[in-house]
């Protein structure tokens, strides 16, 4: 079956720095989603994405992060200086046509 | 924006037993409420649906129900197994439009 797939599945950087996380979503979806999950909260939107721009953004989604789909197959969120309160689980979505929305495993942002 | 509100928290059922899980949100102009499961350390996994131009819909022993005038959709997991101990998430979009917003979440414990 089909899956969005993340990577890494755990980053550590320390406060600062900048972080690329990667995902591949499902080959024929159109429509691509990042989420953030911070531990024990529900999950929140930040930005979707189609046609290779920004369709909606939430207000977390500040000058600091950027997305990209830098070829046919990967879909990138880039947090140019990371804060503590961006550790969180971030996930990755695509869909297609329909309204159906999945997700990749997540990555683990750590922020020391 | 939408805000979808989710109880209970935390819910424990003996095995066999039914589970419900309720929400409501506030956008009248959503019209797309799907259900998530998170196991530990993945991702949110559909589970089941709903359109509001219908009012149930079921899958094996999951069920969901919607109530449009009232603004609030239930999900319903008949003869529960420890497998279904997860974390369940509600959501709600307007398709096409925005993105989804989740519930805060509901943790399920079946205990054997």
């Known amino acids: 079956e089909p899956e969005v797939t993340q990577t890494p599945s755990h980053q550590v950087t320390q406060m600062g720095q900048e972080v690329i996380l990667r995902c591949v979503p499902i080959s024929n979806h159109l429509y691509f989603y990042w989420y953030r999950q911070i531990l024990g909260q529900k999950v929140e939107f930040l930005v979707s994405f189609y046609n290779n721009e920004i369709s909606e953004k939430s207000e977390i989604f500040d000058d600091q992060f950027s997305v990209e789909r830098p070829d046919g197959s990967n879909f990138t969120l880039k947090i140019r200086s990371t804060k503590l309160e961006d550790s969180a689980m971030y996930f990755c979505?695509?869909?297609?046509?329909?309204?159906?929305?999945?997700f990749g495993s997540g990555t683990q942002l750590s922020v020391l | 924006g939408e805000n979808v509100e989710q109880h209970p928290s935390t819910l424990s059922v003996q095995e066999g037993d039914s589970a419900v899980i309720k929400c409501t949100y506030s956008d009248s102009a959503s019209n797309y409420f799907p259900w998530y499961k998170q196991e530990l350390g993945k991702g949110p996994q559909l589970i089941i649906d709903i359109r509001s131009n219908v009012g149930e819909k079921k899958d094996q022993r999951i069920a969901v129900t919607l109530n449009k005038t009232a603004k609030h959709f239930s999900l319903h997991i008949t003869e529960t197994q420890p497998e279904d101990s997860a974390v369940y998430f509600c959501a709600a979009s307007n398709v096409g439009r925005r993105a989804l917003t989740f519930g805060s979440g509901t943790r399920l414990q079946v205990q054997p």
């Open positions: 979505a695509s869909r297609g046509d329909n309204e159906k929305l999945f």
